[in-house]
């Protein structure tokens, strides 16, 4: 059984910083592209950041610069740092899983097979 498992939301002022972490379970996690996705009050998910089984990485416009996307193999654990905080990346944040198809960096959310519970980040001005 696949677990996906998100933590380090919360809620902090613009500018500031914040650490997403994402624990797998249930699959061979380096054989997947992980991801993280979000999803803001009225608007539809929107994919963040993905990470290829190679370590290739694929940003969306609105946080390239900002936003770091990592994972340790060895804790079958994903990250996103997340810095300099905008009020409009104030969403919810979802880990996601989908089985890669190396070398392209799938980036849409049809090809993400395993998702998180989500994790609250709200950024206030």
């Known amino acids: 059984q696949v677990q996906l498992v998100e933590s380090g939301g919360g809620s902090v002022q613009a500018g500031r910083s914040l650490r997403l972490s994402c624990a797998a379970s249930?699959?061979?996690?380096?054989?997947?592209?992980m991801a993280w996705f979000r999803q803001a009050p009225g608007k539809e998910r929107e994919g963040v950041a993905a990470?290829?089984?190679?370590?290739?990485?694929k940003y969306a416009e609105p946080v390239k610069g900002r936003f770091t996307i990592s994972k340790d193999n060895t804790k079958n654990t994903l990250y996103l740092q997340m810095n300099s905080l905008k009020p409009e990346d104030t969403a919810v944040y979802y880990c996601?899983?989908?089985?890669?198809?190396?070398?392209?960096?799938?980036?849409?959310?049809?090809?993400?097979?395993?998702w998180g519970q989500g994790t609250q980040v709200t950024v206030s001005s």
């Open positions: 996601a899983a989908g089985p890669a198809r190396w070398p392209y960096v799938i980036f849409a959310e049809k090809d993400y097979n395993s």
């Open positions: 990470i290829n089984i190679d370590g290739t990485t």
């Open positions: 249930g699959i061979t996690f380096r054989t997947y592209t």
